[in-house]
């Protein structure tokens, strides 16, 4: 790689570590081509994206930004994924490091918050943003039905009482 490109890497890491909202890094020896593909599929579908860069220049991309207490991370094959969802890469990272005992989660940042591999499972098994906005709504949703349950059981009661007398009178 030459020079220019390694600073120009060095300046798209930067952007990315300063715009993004969770970075996961992850051992990677052993994993063969398709694992990897299959990896940044499933990144890619869940709306991350997985990158392998040098280890120097990762940690020369982390200066100024508010990852930097990651940089003792970058040691050995590495590799990092990240998104602007903070439950994204977690997530796949997580899932696909149960599957496969070569890819190792090593920890993260979520802003200026720096994850080791537990705290970075944790997050993992959090619910995502969908599945928190389904169970508001169910909330929401509950208290209306149990009302509209309540005003109903009256006038129920009632039409049983004079069913009730009416068929009382006919079996007489």
């Known amino acids: 790689m030459e020079r220019a490109e390694k600073t120009e890497l060095v300046a798209t890491l930067n952007q990315v570590f300063k715009s993004t909202g969770v970075i996961v890094v992850a051992h990677n020896k052993g994993l063969t081509a398709n694992q990897v593909l299959d990896l940044r599929n499933k990144m890619a579908q869940a709306g991350a994206t997985v990158k392998v860069a040098k280890n ?44 496969n005992e070569k890819f190792v989660v090593l920890g993260g940042a979520l802003g200026k918050t720096v994850l080791d591999a537990n705290a970075v499972k944790a997050l993992a098994e959090l619910p995502s943003l969908d599945e928190l906005r389904g169970k508001i709504v169910g ?34």
């Open 56 to 99: 120097r220049l990762a940690k020369l991309a982390l200066d100024g930004t508010d990852a930097t207490g990651i940089k003792d991370l970058f040691v050995g094959p590495t590799m990092l994924a990240y998104a602007d969802d903070p439950m994204a890469a977690p997530k796949v990272a997580a899932a696909f490091a149960k599957g």
């Open 139 to 172: 909330l929401l949703q509950a208290p209306a039905t149990r009302i509209a349950g309540v005003l109903a059981a009256p006038g129920g009661q009632i039409a049983r009482v004079i069913n009730a007398y009416a068929t009382k009178d006919q079996a007489a």
